[in-house]
């Protein structure tokens, strides 16, 4: 194999990929940026005027983030997969006042409000039986805290409506009558069963072990100002049904709902994203705001004042559906960032309709207070308090290898085959 991949064969191959991806791709979104260039200058772009180093704010306030990881396959028995689950809540405390940035909230305050961190959790489930669904459905319920099923989905569907739908009995005079039986079982706010795949599975299970973190957080007595999740507010909907096509996208939008409820500002950060022509962006920014500055840029969408971007048009999931997306940098060291905001939360504290300079004034107030939460030399530019929770729950390969040990330890204990749970090719030394 070495041998092909040095061979100039295959940097020909390569040479014929690039050109066919900037022929086709490349060329048309530069048009489409040209088109929004000036608007992203003049109107969307804005500087940071970050908080001097020594600023004592006038209320300290509490930033909490939620991060997860694990793997789809801690034990592999022929078409089961048993899903190691982890997730972690950090909690600071800005304490300036006390001359102590961003000390920790300590772990016995957190773990008795939420229960013990980081959380480990392990699920199994068959992507090839029939009752594929029914197990995940299954799994979705366990991990998620909020049980009633009426209570889960009409979040989404009063924001999506604009407050039209409010109870379950206002969905028999819409468009979603037909389906108001099956929303009120898990099982069937699962309609992607063609996509069911181990990594589909896994996807949907971590992502709900996320919101489960958060939404126990949530509903503790801590009141963060912020919490910070890992990732976009992005909701695959049903092309059809016109509702979120699995449950992760009703949690997300429970947690939007309950977070507006507590006061607090609901937030998805992602380091690695697709907003197109991120880099053009943050080229213009350099140009209009100098070398070092610290900046952020509004993504509107088809509803917002101006309209979307030609650059965001017909892009799947950008802007994401009801929430905000923009893109900021705090660093110059670090490649532009995305963060998004619940739609709803936007339109009634950043957003003033007919007045875009007070629009912008409170944007700049939200931003300088994330800038402040971003200071930490380990990961400048970024959230601290999600940089904490990331270290604080991945697994490295030395955690997976231990733990696919004790995994096959239990099983001999219990007696069962041991053999099963070895890793694939391993009798072929491959």
């Known amino acids: 194999m070495l041998e092909k991949i040095l061979a100039e064969k295959f940097r020909n191959t390569l040479k014929l990929v690039f050109s066919d991806i900037n022929n086709q791709q490349d060329r048309r979104d530069e048009a489409e940026f040209v088109k929004d260039e000036a608007r992203i200058r003049e109107k969307l772009l804005a500087r940071i005027h970050a908080f001097p180093s020594d600023t004592v704010l006038s209320e300290d306030f509490l930033v909490a983030a939620v991060d997860g990881s694990g793997t789809e396959s801690l034990v592999t028995l022929d078409d089961i997969r048993v899903h190691l689950l982890s997730t972690s809540t950090i909690v600071l405390n800005t304490d300036t006042q006390r001359e102590s940035l961003f000390s920790m909230v300590d772990r016995a305050t957190v773990e008795s409000e939420i229960g013990e961190q980081p959380h480990i959790d392990v699920h199994w489930h068959s992507s090839v039986r029939n009752d594929a669904r029914e197990k995940m459905a299954e799994s979705l319920a366990e991990i998620y805290p909020l049980k009633d099923m009426v209570s889960l989905i009409l979040p989404f569907f009063c924001d999506y409506t604009g407050g039209k739908i409010s109870s379950i009995t206002d969905i028999s005079d819409t468009e979603f009558a037909p389906f108001g039986s099956r929303l009120q079982v898990m099982r069937s706010l699962i309609s992607r069963t063609q996509t069911l795949t181990n990594a589909a599975v896994h996807e949907e299970l971590r992502k709900v072990s996320e919101y489960a973190a958060a939404r126990r957080l949530l509903e503790s007595d801590l009141c963060p100002k912020y919490l910070l999740l ?108 995305r963060i998004d905001f619940d739609r709803v939360w936007w339109s009634e504290n950043i957003f003033v309709d007919g007045d875009p300079q007070a629009t912008r004034e409170n944007e700049l107030a939200l931003f300088r207070e994330l800038e402040f939460m971003s200071r930490d030399a380990r990961w400048y530019g970024y959230p601290v308090a999600l940089a904490l929770a990331h270290e604080n729950c991945k697994l490295s390969f030395e955690d997976l290898r231990l733990a696919k040990e004790i995994a096959r330890d239990v099983r001999l204990e219990l007696g069962f085959d041991d053999r099963k749970t070895e890793s694939l090719r391993t009798d072929y030394n491959l």
């Open 230 to 337: 890992d990732g976009a507010m992005s909701i695959f909907m049903h092309f059809v049904r016109h509702y979120p096509s699995m449950p992760s996208g009703f949690m997300l939008r429970d947690l939007c709902s309950l977070a507006r409820r507590k006061e607090v500002i609901l937030c998805a950060v992602s380091k690695n994203h697709t907003i197109p022509f991120a880099h053009r962006i943050a080229s213009v920014a350099k140009e209009e705001l100098g070398e070092g500055a610290k900046w952020f840029c509004h993504l509107p969408s088809k509803e917002d004042p101006g309209g979307g971007l030609h650059i965001i048009e017909d892009r799947a999931y950008i802007p994401p559906i009801l929430a905000v997306p923009y893109l900021y940098s705090f660093s110059r060291d670090n490649r532009p960032s």
